[in-house]
């Protein structure tokens, strides 16, 4: 199981970036999927996550900026993020808990990181 994350990049203050991030290999199911972020000396903290069924929960820091959103059919999940400000740099992270078979339990599993710069 892999987890591919994409669409990092550089964006002036107030722009737009839009990551994915998709599962592939074998598996039988993911429950819930997520967006964290790891700025340089801080701690990883949750961005925003979303359940199998599309219930959201988002970091109070990004509410009304960033959506979370999934398409269950191609199993993945992508987050839109607008207004940006430099504060939101950080090396982004996406999360699923998928179960290999269907008497396994769902394991953690992580996507390698993208970077997300934005500049003042």
């Known amino acids: 199981v892999q987890l591919q994350a994409s669409g990092g990049g550089l964006v002036q203050a107030g722009g737009s970036l839009r990551l994915s991030c998709a599962a592939s290999?074998?598996?039988?199911?993911?429950?819930?999927m997520a967006w964290y972020r790891q700025a340089p000396g801080e701690k990883r903290e949750l961005v925003a996550a979303i359940s199998q069924g599309g219930g959201t929960n988002y970091a109070d820091s990004v509410k009304g900026r960033f959506t979370i959103s999934r398409d269950n059919a191609q199993n993945t999940v992508h987050l839109q993020m607008d207004r940006l400000k430099p504060e939101d740099t950080a090396v982004y992270y996406c999360?699923?808990?998928?179960?290999?078979?269907?008497?396994?339990?769902?394991?953690?599993?992580w996507g390698q990181g993208t970077q997300v710069t934005v500049s003042s």
């Open positions: 290999g074998s598996f039988f199911d993911i429950n819930n």
């Open positions: 999360y699923a808990g998928i179960k290999r078979g269907m008497y396994t339990r769902y394991d953690s599993e």
